[in-house]
């Protein structure tokens, strides 16, 4: 089950939230931000005890880390740091990609029933909504995934439409 709204991630009673995270995983702007002010200081402790991969870096580029979901209504937060859009030619499409398949590997490893997601990258990360949309739906879309629900929440009408169009075009039945 899939769906396409434009709704606040922060208020969904789903297993887990996708965060569009920086390397850091320490709080931003956008969803990120957002995220953080409402699950609260908890979620910025526990952020702080995942472990550093190199100096600043807690959450490579196209990888995932899980996290409670504190104050909010999910159970659980799935960080994922998106690319930042570079025009296409510095592998970005594939870390897009990355980041859908960690996010499942981790909700499936935590036998996870339903997720949300936000438009990674499309914020400030600057990544061109038509083409993140595609690779969002290619990757959710895949039949063995088909036992997650999931709500991808597209603020804004650019992004909403995107998103419903990627759908259409990959014949990706929405609920």
């Known amino acids: 089950?899939?769906?396409?709204?434009?709704?606040?991630?922060?208020?969904?009673?789903?297993?887990?939230?996708?965060?569009?995270?920086?390397?850091?995983l320490l709080g931003g702007g956008g969803v990120d931000g957002a995220i953080?002010?409402?699950?609260?200081?908890?979620?910025?402790?526990?952020?702080?005890?995942?472990?550093?991969?190199?100096p600043g870096v807690r959450c490579p580029t196209g990888e995932a880390r899980l996290t409670g979901g504190f104050a909010l209504p999910?159970?659980?937060?799935?960080?994922?740091?998106?690319?930042?859009?570079?025009?296409?030619?510095?592998?970005?499409?594939?870390?897009?990609?990355?980041?859908?398949?960690?996010?499942?590997?981790i909700a499936t490893a935590q036998s996870l029933d339903s997720l949300a997601f936000p438009a990674i990258s499309c914020g400030v990360f600057g990544y061109p909504p038509e083409k993140a949309a595609m690779i969002a739906?290619?990757?959710?879309?895949?039949?063995?995934?088909?036992?997650?629900?999931?709500?991808?929440?597209?603020?804004?009408e650019r992004i909403l439409r995107s998103y419903r169009d990627a759908a259409a075009r990959l014949g990706v039945v929405l609920s």
């Open 74 to 105: 999910a159970r659980f937060i799935i960080h994922t740091v998106g690319p930042v859009w570079e025009g296409g030619e510095d592998g970005e499409p594939a870390l897009l990609a990355a980041c859908y398949r960690n996010v499942l590997a």
């Open 1 to 24: 089950m899939i769906r396409i709204l434009d709704c606040n991630i922060t208020e969904l009673r789903v297993d887990a939230i996708v965060n569009a995270a920086n390397e850091t």
């Open 137 to 156: 739906l290619g990757e959710i879309g895949k039949p063995a995934h088909a036992r997650f629900k999931v709500t991808f929440c597209c603020r804004g």
């Open 36 to 54: 953080h002010h409402a699950a609260g200081p908890g979620l910025l402790a526990a952020c702080r005890a995942l472990p550093l991969v190199r």
